[in-house]
């Protein structure tokens, strides 16, 4: 009897240290919430034998909506090098990388001519519909542009353009716009580079006429800016 009441005296008395202790230390401290981007950051995607600085007519149109400038992304790129081997495994990388910076779930792609090609492969066959909530191309040779048979001799990145290449004819088979994430495309019908202009329009993605635009205008036409926001502000 007497071994009993010490066994519940022992016990009482560690439970009031322990209540004690909880007073006098609060609540188990919680882990800081992780970074959350405010909104969901745009990366810019150069086309042909360009570089991200092409960007800056476009960048300023969003800086002038409301972005800032930690959420505009312009990635660059050899583009003599291959779509599927070489482009779309470093662009998968260069999202992941805008991802652990910002603190996103997902990015935005904007990409003009060329630059739709790897960007597309990564969404096709990189996992990207997970973590792109928005793709826009901007005269993209989405089903090839007869002018690349002109370099296809000796560049990959002119050789992957033609249509029915390798890239192509796998970009094509099948849905054209997989996964959930949204599609949007933007033509003009004075395109010089993009031939035949009915290259771009994608099945299954919002598809706009540009109007009567050169190639490269397309990056610094005012009403091409305001529809590539208005669909990603959709």
Avoid at 203 to 227: E, I, K, M, V
Wanted: glycine content about 10%.
């Amino acid at each position: 009897m007497r071994r009993s009441t010490a066994a519940g005296l022992t016990a009482f008395a560690s439970g009031v240290a322990f209540l004690c202790s909880a007073l006098l230390t609060g609540p188990p401290a919680q882990a800081a919430p992780a970074p959350q981007a405010d909104r969901i950051p745009v990366i810019f995607v150069h086309g042909r034998n360009a570089d991200p600085g092409v960007w800056g007519t476009m960048k300023s149109t969003f800086k002038q909506s409301g972005y800032s400038d930690s959420e505009l992304f312009g990635w660059g790129y050899d583009s003599s090098r291959s779509t599927n081997e070489v482009l779309a495994r470093q662009f998968s990388a260069y999202v992941a990388d805008v991802l652990h910076q910002t603190g996103a779930a997902q990015v935005d792609i904007v990409a003009h001519s060329q630059g739709g090609l790897p960007t597309r492969w990564f969404l096709r066959f990189g996992g990207g519909t997970s973590v792109v909530r928005d793709w826009v191309s901007l005269g993209g040779p989405n089903h090839g542009t007869n002018l690349a048979w002109a370099c296809a001799l000796w560049d990959q990145g002119c050789r992957d353009m033609t249509p029915g290449s390798y890239v192509e004819s796998h970009l094509a088979a099948g849905n054209q716009t997989p996964g959930p994430t949204r599609y949007a495309t933007f033509a003009s019908h004075c395109d010089e580079f993009i031939l035949p202009n009915s290259s771009v329009p994608l099945p299954g993605a919002a598809n706009s006429d540009a109007g009567c635009l050169a190639h490269n205008d397309l990056l610094t036409d005012p009403s091409t800016a305001q529809g590539v926001l208005a669909f990603l502000r959709q």
